[in-house]
């Protein structure tokens, strides 16, 4: 069984995600927009101190490199970042107001939408190939969507917009390719910073003054966004969009035990047999990798 470096960190980056509801949980008491406006602004500042001191040959390399690149591909690359800085705000606003105003079953219930969508976005927008049994392990997935959604029609809809948000970044940034991962994260967390920045004196509530909340963003802020989407960027060089969206559900199943045996919420027998049902299609959809076996394509 032999894993490659890009597919460790793909799976790096899921697993940490999924404990983020630890500390997510513990900022409740803070509004969902204030939450997001510092985990932007302090992810923006560290990557460009990063970037500008620590990274500067990286960031003259690649910006001699743009400037080589024909008028048309540079247009293509900067929509693919700056869309991505979009994707990435509007999914975790959605994220963040649906864990502290919702549940945290139904911010779980947004990565489990995640990795059908992905996979099957992937499959008509990139042309990525399926095998059979990967398209069984996407059956799976979406039986046990089905599942979860019965009594809590209310939940699907947030669920849904947190899904698609991300499931159109991890494709999108699957074709931005050939730039520093590091750098191209950076450029997004600048534009993400950028867009919300007018709406802080308006929505905004008064200036946090304890020193836990800013422990809490900077925790938030290296731990769960710039290390795990830093992964997934590098990830992306040589892990398909179907596989990274399968790999997703690795997320809301550690959210999901974290939601059942830390904050005790309530479960029931479809969701013991949905989540069951996750763990058989994320073995199916890897069974390449698990067992070693040639992959029987389905072209398309």
Not at 15 to 27: H, I, M, R
Request: proline residues 3%; hydrophobic residues 55%; charged residues 10%.
């Amino acid at each position: 069984m032999q894993f490659s470096k890009y597919y460790i960190s793909a799976v790096a980056s899921f697993v940490l995600w999924g404990f983020f509801s630890l500390v997510l949980k513990q900022l409740h008491g803070y509004a969902s927009l204030d939450i997001l406006f510092y985990r932007v602004f302090m992810c923006a500042v560290i990557m460009s101190v990063i970037s500008l001191f620590v990274r500067r040959r990286v960031l003259r390399e690649n910006v001699e490199m743009y400037k080589k690149l024909p008028s048309s591909v540079r247009q293509r690359m900067l929509l693919l970042t700056f869309s991505g800085g979009v994707l990435l705000t509007a999914n975790w606003f959605f994220f963040i107001y649906v864990m502290n105003n919702v549940s945290v079953k139904a911010a779980s219930f947004a990565y489990l939408v995640c990795p059908v969508m992905t996979t099957v976005i992937a499959f008509f927008v990139l042309h990525e190939k399926l095998s059979k049994w990967q398209w069984v392990a996407v059956g799976l997935s979406v039986l046990s969507c089905l599942l979860l959604s019965f009594n809590n029609i209310a939940d699907i809809a947030y669920s849904l917009i947190v899904a698609a948000s991300y499931a159109f970044y991890l494709v999108s940034q699957r074709r931005n390719a050939g730039f520093d991962k590091f750098l191209v994260l950076t450029f997004q967390l600048i534009f993400s910073a950028l867009i919300l920045l007018p709406f802080y004196p308006s929505y905004a509530a008064s200036v946090p003054t304890e020193g836990v909340f800013y422990g809490l963003i900077l925790v938030t802020a290296v731990l769960f966004t710039i290390v795990p989407l830093f992964l997934n960027l590098y990830a992306l060089n040589g892990v398909n969009s179907s596989t990274m969206g399968i790999l997703l559900y690795i997320n809301p199943l550690i959210n999901f035990t974290i939601a059942l045996l830390y904050f005790h919420e309530p479960i029931n027998q479809y969701q013991i047999v949905a989540y069951s049902l996750i763990i058989i299609s994320i073995l199916v959809f890897n069974e390449q990798y698990l067992f070693g076996r040639k992959r029987s394509v389905v072209v398309r």
